[in-house]
Nanobody
């Protein structure tokens, strides 16, 4: 049974940093693209960042230059380093995995989802 479990969320002041982790189990994702999405109250879930099986990384314009996605295939894990956080970054951050190895940006392109971890940025 595939499971993705996020950790590392919390409360941080604007300008601060957090590092989110996503631990996968049930299968290896070394050949899969991995992504992070976020959902704020009253808003639709949106793409944040993704990384291909070849370690090509892609970011939403809203986080480019501030967030860094990375992966550790030996640990079957993906990470999101978030720097210079802003109040508008407040959301539940959700880890997702594809069956394919290339990056996609839509919700329907991801087969596996975690439950999410809350990130709250205060001003």
């Amino acid at each position: 049974q595939v499971q993705l479990v996020e950790s590392g969320g919390g409360l941080v002041q604007a300008g601060g940093s957090l590092r989110l982790s996503c631990a996968a189990s049930g299968r290896t994702f070394s050949s899969s693209a991995m992504g992070w999405f976020r959902q704020a109250p009253g808003k639709e879930r949106e793409f944040v960042a993704a990384i291909s099986w070849t370690n090509w990384a892609y970011y939403a314009d809203s986080v480019k230059g501030r967030f860094t996605i990375s992966r550790d295939n030996a640990k079957n894990a993906v990470y999101l380093q978030m720097n210079n956080l802003k109040p508008e970054d407040t959301a539940v951050y959700i880890c997702a995995a594809r069956d394919g190895g290339v990056v996609r940006f839509s919700l329907e392109d991801y087969a596996y989802w975690g439950q999410g971890t809350q990130v709250t940025v205060s001003s």
